[in-house]
């Protein structure tokens, strides 16, 4: 039986939001930085990559057009149905596979991989337990010497969203900022989905030590977005090629600060199996 989380989550994705996030605001400069990383820490095609929570496929068919062997694994049906939509609309792109499956327990055989994503599993495992599993699958999947790339949201991420969006203003979401400091679980009691859905924020230092827990030694972790996530004009800023030029060229010099990580909104974790 699925858990009470499960159901929610699960909700909330089947609602379709996911396809489109990256399309502008936040998620675009998230969707652009991301590549950015990627493009620095995968091997060069036709490695074999495993996009394991990619959602609706953004990610994965990005790097099945620039030649990249993917597989690609979502816990949510619709996802795989719109990810499966998407790749048919693109002449230069395949997948190796795209099927519904849970991050903890995969469908792939030992050392098989030249890379594993998990950009979205680790937010939605409110278990330690679970996010440890998560990263051990992806260890056991991964050839020696592959890289595993694992996004966290920001432990503070809903307090500055919440400042950002005018949204701490509401006395409900106030509270659930709150409770996300005290020990990292964002739970929305509101039924508005625009306050998120259940989901675990970390803390930088938690994503190291996880990934070190499950096997994997980690390198470093990375600020995607960095403070820029709450400027108001990132559209406009991410649509002029010199600006964006520019915006993306700080947040690179930035993204390893210490001092700075926990004010973006996302983080990735790049760890290897050793």
């Known amino acids: 039986m699925e858990s009470r989380d499960a159901v929610e989550i699960a909700a909330y994705y089947a609602l379709g939001f996911e396809r489109d996030r990256l399309a502008n605001g936040p998620g675009a400069l998230e969707f652009a930085r991301t590549q950015a990383i990627l493009e620095r820490y995968l091997p060069p095609p036709p490695a074999v990559v495993v996009d394991v929570g990619g959602g609706p496929g953004r990610y994965a ?111 409900e979401f106030a509270a659930i900022a709150a409770d996300d400091r005290r020990d990292g679980r964002h739970r929305n009691s509101t039924g508005d989905p625009a306050y998120f859905t259940t989901a675990y924020f970390h803390k930088p230092e938690e994503l190291a030590a996880e990934c070190n827990e499950a096997g994997l030694a980690h390198e470093v972790t990375l600020a995607v977005e960095g403070p820029a996530w709450l400027l108001h004009d990132l559209d406009a800023r991410l649509a002029d090629e010199r600006k964006a030029a520019v915006l993306l060229a700080a947040l690179s010099a930035l993204e390893a600060e210490p001092a700075l990580l926990g004010v973006s909104a996302h983080l990735l974790a790049v760890a290897r199996r050793s």
């Open 61 to 171: 068919v990005w790097l099945a057009e620039r030649g990249y062997s993917v597989h690609l694994v979502d816990p949510v049906p619709l996802h795989i149905d719109q990810a499966r939509t998407a790749v048919r609309d693109r002449s230069r792109a395949a997948f190796a596979s795209a099927e519904v499956g849970d991050a903890r327990s995969l469908r792939l055989p030992d050392a098989s991989a030249d890379a594993v994503l998990l950009l979205g599993p680790l937010y939605h495992l409110i278990e330690r337990t679970d996010r440890l599993q998560a990263l051990a699958e992806a260890c056991r999947v991964c050839r020696r010497g592959a890289v595993v790339i694992a996004a966290g949201i920001s432990r503070f991420a809903s307090t500055l969203d919440g400042l950002r969006g005018g949204f701490l203003e509401d006395p």
